[in-house]
């Protein structure tokens, strides 16, 4: 009895009334709801973005206000010649529509140049000096070569003249002249006294002989104000009248702070040292 009820009212007018009613408020409900979201995202309502490149990022405030948009800054990049603070990237990119309020990042150039680290290349190839000096963001300038025992290996690195210590820091686009063994020379060299002598004094000694310092060996551990103290207690090759050495040779020197231990030369040997 109760089922052929229920299929009867399926088939009266009240219940297919009621269908009716049911799909025209689903049909009010979903224009209401397209209109909210029309409305809520702006639909159709979009900003050309503008080219922010070449731009001072104190600028952009001012420039995105008018636009109705935002700037977040997301990096910065040094840029050799570049002032600081310049736009030099931007997502989305210009030209690109985009709705009110979107927020513009940007990539600026940096204020201060970032410092890079001098590696120890100490007689490696004039190939591989040049390849890794380049790929910190150093720029090479003069090429000079000097007389020592190797050829094509790097001797020393400087700036206007002045030789730099592996470990120095630079900023990032500083150009380093690069100073290179051209092979031993067949002038030869008197062996030059460096006994006595602080190490800076040794390699201008040695510098303006002709010839290289090959290590500095310290007879214990020095604190930074005891090394600049230390003087040269022995040097191999060792220092008499006879010894010669070719141009561009090396000489190895061993440092003590220990003034003991700094031997006296002799008056008949000093006749090379003294000048005339």
């Given at each position: 009895?109760?089922?052929?009820?229920?299929?009867?009212?399926?088939?009266?007018?009240?219940?297919?009334?009621?269908?009716?009613?049911?799909?025209?408020?689903?049909?009010?409900?979903?224009?209401?709801?397209?209109?909210?979201?029309?409305?809520?995202?702006?639909?159709?309502?979009?900003?050309?973005?503008?080219?922010?490149?070449?731009?001072?990022?104190?600028?952009?405030?001012?420039?995105?206000?008018?636009?109705?948009?935002?700037?977040e800054i997301m990096d910065s990049v040094f840029v050799q010649n570049q002032q600081g603070g310049i736009v030099i990237e931007q997502t989305p990119d210009s030209g690109?529509?985009?709705?009110?309020?979107?927020?513009?990042?940007?990539?600026?150039?940096?204020?201060?140049?970032?410092?890079?680290?001098?590696?120890?290349?100490?007689?490696?190839?004039?190939?591989?000096?040049?390849?890794?000096?380049?790929?910190?963001?150093?720029?090479?300038?003069?090429?000079?070569?000097?007389?020592?025992?190797?050829?094509?290996?790097?001797?020393?690195?400087?700036?206007?003249?002045?030789?730099?210590?592996?470990?120095?820091?630079?900023?990032?686009?500083?150009?380093?002249?690069?100073?290179?063994?051209?092979?031993?020379?067949?002038?030869?060299?008197?062996?030059?006294?460096?006994?006595?002598?602080?190490?800076e004094d040794v390699r201008e000694k040695l510098l303006q002989a002709g010839l290289l310092i090959g290590s500095a060996v310290p007879d214990e551990e020095f604190s930074g104000e005891d090394s600049l103290k230390a003087r040269v207690f022995k040097?191999?090759?060792?220092?008499?009248?006879?010894?010669?050495?070719?141009?561009?040779?090396?000489?190895?020197?061993?440092?003590?702070?220990?003034?003991?231990?700094?031997?006296?030369?002799?008056?008949?040997?000093?006749?090379?040292?003294?000048?005339?």
């Amino acid at each position: 009895m109760a089922l052929v009820k229920i299929i009867k009212f399926f088939f009266s007018k009240a219940f297919w009334v009621s269908i009716g009613v049911y799909i025209v408020l689903l049909f009010i409900g979903i224009w209401c709801l397209l209109i909210y979201l029309d409305a809520v995202t702006l639909h159709a309502q979009t900003i050309k973005v503008p080219d922010l490149r070449s731009y001072h990022e104190t600028e952009l405030e001012n420039l995105l206000k008018v636009e109705k948009l935002d700037y977040e800054i997301m990096d910065s990049v040094f840029v050799q010649n570049q002032q600081g603070g310049i736009v030099i990237e931007q997502t989305p990119d210009s030209g690109a529509f985009v709705k009110k309020g979107r927020k513009i990042y940007v990539t600026i150039s940096a204020y201060d140049a970032p410092k890079v680290t001098i590696p120890n290349l100490q007689y490696d190839d004039k190939r591989n000096v040049i390849a890794q000096l380049q790929s910190i963001g150093l720029r090479i300038g003069n090429i000079l070569y000097v007389p020592a025992a190797c050829t094509d290996c790097l001797e020393r690195i400087e700036i206007n003249g002045v030789p730099l210590e592996p470990g120095n820091r630079l900023d990032q686009g500083t150009t380093v002249d690069l100073v290179f063994g051209g092979g031993k020379s067949n002038q030869f060299i008197p062996m030059p006294s460096l006994i006595g002598l602080t190490l800076e004094d040794v390699r201008e000694k040695l510098l303006q002989a002709g010839l290289l310092i090959g290590s500095a060996v310290p007879d214990e551990e020095f604190s930074g104000e005891d090394s600049l103290k230390a003087r040269v207690f022995k040097q191999v090759p060792d220092f008499n009248n006879d010894a010669v050495l070719f141009l561009g040779s090396t000489v190895q020197v061993f440092l003590t702070t220990d003034s003991n231990k700094i031997p006296i030369i002799p008056i008949d040997r000093l006749e090379t040292i003294l000048p005339e």
